[in-house]
């Protein structure tokens, strides 16, 4: 009676290996497929009634958001989930799943292309950066003297309907859905002032 017992488990212990062993190779192919962000990703962190936090982020990186922000700084792990709708990240060093609102049609851009404008395969290099740029990427705000690299890093990459040209003196960001404001540069590629 207790012969059938034996083989049985060998089939269970063995059936179990495999699929470690896939997990394993899924997340090997995870690491593999993980990207750096090359700069700050503004996220509102969203409760739904349950009490379950949501995370969402859009292509307009609303830097003030009405519900909590969690920032996640350049050198981020993340990896793409969906590459249609609905767009989703996974945020590896922080084990979340963030919603990623995209426009294409104001982007100019399909959300693959826009992603791999805003990450990297290898850590984004973060040295050149004074000590303000630095500041304002850690607060995630752009501030009077900035260069326009680390006001991109602090800021995100404009939306392209508002901010054109990276070349442009002038780069419009979003505080909310609602409400914008524009980050001036002079002749030497610093911040000149900040307009609401």
Do not use: C
């Amino acid at each position: 009676m207790g012969h059938w017992k034996t083989p049985l488990l060998f089939l269970f212990i063995f059936g179990a290996g495999l699929l470690l062993s896939a997990a394993r190779v899924d997340i090997a192919a995870a690491s593999n497929d993980a990207m750096f962000t090359r700069y700050n990703i503004h996220v509102e962190t969203q409760e739904r009634v349950n009490g379950v936090p949501v995370y969402v982020t859009s292509y307009a990186n609303y830097i003030y958001p009405p519900s909590g922000l969690l920032l996640l700084p350049p050198n981020s792990r993340v990896l793409l989930l969906n590459k249609s709708k609905p767009y989703m990240i996974e945020v590896l060093d922080k084990n979340i799943r963030v919603n990623f609102e995209f426009n294409a049609n104001r982007m100019g851009m399909d959300f693959e292309h826009y992603m791999k404008k805003i990450t990297s395969p290898t850590p984004v290099d973060l040295k050149g950066l004074t000590g303000l740029d630095r500041k304002g990427i850690e607060e995630g705000r752009a501030l009077k003297g900035m260069s326009k690299r680390g006001v991109m890093m602090a800021l995100g990459y404009p939306a392209v309907h508002r901010t054109p040209s990276l070349d442009s003196n002038s780069w419009t960001y979003w505080k909310d859905r609602y409400r914008t404001f524009r980050v001036q540069f002079d002749s030497s590629e610093l911040v000149s002032g900040i307009i609401d």
